[in-house]
């Protein structure tokens, strides 16, 4: 049964935000978070992908951090509610990215 | 002189090695800083395509057509307003709702019409149900900015405006029962002025009426007063039922008939 309350993940997943086109953000966010570990997998296995998997697991988590950033603005100014599931996904998906953000400089640095 | 000079042919082939080397580091450097202007392009460029779509959505996103309420209610059952059952019935069930909200859509369309024919009709209880527009946040904006919550609006809002007209018709339930079935999402359109407009003239509502309490917000005052009493008796979520000023929610249609048959029988 369904109760509405505010404050609730159901306010946030009813609001016009939780989709994008018919396909729902947190389709989106599992999609990412599928994408970096296979190019994380790949990165292991395949060492000579290194350069290139590390930069487009980079993109993808910034990608991902910059929109969660907007999600929880909206959230937070918008849709005036705040649901914990997303609020644990955009700071699993910052550690990423400062993870990610590590790797990168690394492999900048390099000679 | 011969191994003088091969000395210097081995010292220019360490020295071409020693370049090419450097010459390649520069080359793996060069393109991993192409790599990473490029990833930053495309996450920008990505993130820029969602926002955009999702703010260019909002206007795009059709609205289905208008439907008959999925339910009916009994006209020969006496009402008053959005009051329905026998005035003299010995217990007052209220429920405290939101047009918008999809549990009140669920228990209109599920649990109502037999909760009207098992003890609404049978003069056992009288039903009433009540606003508590909370989903628009129209009224929460108005008090944290210190406006008069007459002026505020939203969809939930104005749905119970135009409910509150359909109740001053005799039609509240029809009205009622027509608006939880043309629900969809929250806040996106479904129950703006011209759809409610259609609902009500589905329901066959005076249309003139209708128009004139709608354009001057003749019942914002009852909405208002409603949502104040749900805020004083501390209504937070809905729906909500009240008997004897008890409140409590139900997980199902047995629930709500223990509560009834216990108030019965107290």
Same mark, same amino acid.
């Not at chain 1, 959230?75 to 914990?84: N, T």
């Not at chain 2, 009540?130 to 129209?138: E, I, Q, S, T």
């Not at chain 2, 589905?202 to 019942?219: I, P, Q």
């Given at each position: 049964?369904?109760?509405?309350?505010?404050?609730?993940?159901?306010?946030?997943?009813?609001?016009?935000?939780?989709?994008?086109?018919?396909?729902?953000?947190?389709?989106?966010?599992? +999609?990412?978070?599928?994408?970096?570990?296979?190019?994380? +997998?790949?990165?292991?296995?395949?060492?000579?992908?290194?350069?290139?998997?590390?930069?487009?697991?980079?993109?993808?988590?910034?990608?991902?951090?910059?929109?969660?950033?907007?999600?929880?603005?909206?959230?937070?100014?918008?849709?005036?509610?705040?649901?914990?599931?997303?609020?644990?996904?955009?700071?699993?998906?910052?550690?990423?990215?400062?993870?990610?953000?590590?790797?990168?400089?690394?492999?900048?640095?390099?000679? | 002189?011969?191994?003088?000079?091969?000395?210097?042919?081995?010292?220019?082939?360490?020295?071409?090695?020693?370049?090419?080397?450097?010459?390649?580091?520069?080359?793996?450097?060069?393109?991993?800083?192409?790599?990473?202007?490029?990833?930053?392009? #495309?996450?920008?460029?990505?993130?820029? %395509? $969602? @926002?955009? !779509?999702?703010?260019?959505?909002?206007?795009? *996103? *059709?609205?289905?057509?208008?439907?008959?309420?999925?339910?009916?209610?009994?006209?020969?059952?006496?009402?008053?307003?959005? #009051?329905?059952? *026998?005035?003299?019935?010995?217990?007052?069930?209220?429920?405290?709702?939101?047009?918008?909200?999809?549990?009140?859509?669920?228990?209109?369309?599920?649990?109502?019409?037999?909760?009207?024919?098992?003890?609404?009709? %049978? /003069?056992?209880?009288?039903?009433?149900?009540?606003?508590?527009?909370? $989903?628009?946040?129209?009224?929460?904006?108005?008090?944290?900015?210190?406006? *008069?919550? %007459? %002026?505020?609006?939203?969809?939930?809002?104005?749905?119970?405006?135009?409910?509150?007209? !359909? !109740?001053?018709? /005799?039609?509240?339930?029809?009205?009622?029962?027509?608006?939880?079935?043309?629900?969809?999402?929250?806040?996106?359109?479904?129950?703006?002025?011209?759809? $409610?407009?259609?609902?009500?003239?589905?329901?066959?509502?005076?249309?003139?009426?209708?128009?004139?309490?709608?354009?001057?917000?003749?019942?914002?005052?009852?909405?208002?007063?409603?949502?104040?009493?749900?805020?004083?008796?501390? @209504?937070?979520?809905?729906?909500?039922?009240?008997?004897?000023?008890?409140?409590?929610? #139900?997980?199902?249609?047995?629930?709500?008939?223990?509560?009834?048959?216990?108030?019965?029988?107290?």
């Amino acid at each position: 049964m369904l109760i509405c309350g505010v404050g609730d993940c159901a306010t946030v997943q009813q609001s016009s935000y939780a989709e994008i086109a018919g396909i729902p953000v947190a389709a989106l966010g599992l +999609a990412m978070y599928l994408a970096v570990l296979a190019l994380g +997998a790949l990165r292991w296995l395949v060492p000579t992908t290194r350069d290139i998997a590390t930069m487009a697991t980079f993109s993808i988590v910034l990608a991902g951090t910059l929109y969660a950033a907007y999600l929880t603005y909206v959230e937070i100014w918008v849709i005036e509610a705040i649901c914990q599931w997303c609020v644990t996904s955009a700071i699993l998906t910052l550690g990423l990215l400062i993870t990610e953000g590590f790797a990168v400089r690394n492999l900048l640095r390099e000679p | 002189m011969s191994t003088r000079a091969n000395r210097a042919r081995a010292e220019a082939r360490v020295s071409r090695r020693a370049r090419n080397r450097i010459e390649q580091q520069r080359k793996a450097r060069q393109r991993r800083l192409i790599y990473f202007g490029s990833a930053v392009a #495309v996450a920008l460029i990505v993130v820029a %395509t $969602l @926002i955009l !779509a999702n703010l260019l959505g909002d206007d795009t *996103d *059709d609205l289905p057509r208008i439907r008959e309420a999925a339910v009916t209610i009994d006209p020969s059952i006496p009402r008053e307003g959005r #009051v329905i059952g *026998d005035p003299n019935a010995p217990i007052t069930l209220i429920e405290w709702g939101d047009y918008q909200c999809p549990g009140c859509g669920y228990v209109a369309l599920n649990f109502t019409p037999q909760l009207i024919q098992d003890y609404v009709a %049978t /003069g056992k209880i009288k039903f009433e149900y009540r606003d508590f527009p909370f $989903l628009d946040l129209g009224f929460a904006n108005a008090k944290r900015n210190g406006r *008069d919550l %007459t %002026t505020a609006s939203g969809e939930s809002i104005r749905a119970a405006e135009a409910a509150a007209e !359909a !109740a001053a018709q /005799g039609k509240f339930w029809e009205f009622h029962e027509a608006l939880f079935s043309n629900q969809h999402g929250e806040n996106k359109g479904a129950f703006s002025d011209g759809r $409610l407009r259609e609902i009500a003239s589905k329901v066959g509502l005076d249309m003139a009426a209708f128009d004139e309490a709608l354009e001057s917000r003749k019942h914002i005052a009852e909405v208002v007063a409603m949502y104040d009493e749900g805020e004083r008796i501390g @209504i937070s979520s809905t729906p909500t039922y009240e008997i004897n000023g008890q409140l409590f929610q #139900v997980q199902s249609y047995e629930d709500l008939v223990q509560r009834i048959e216990a108030a019965l029988a107290g």
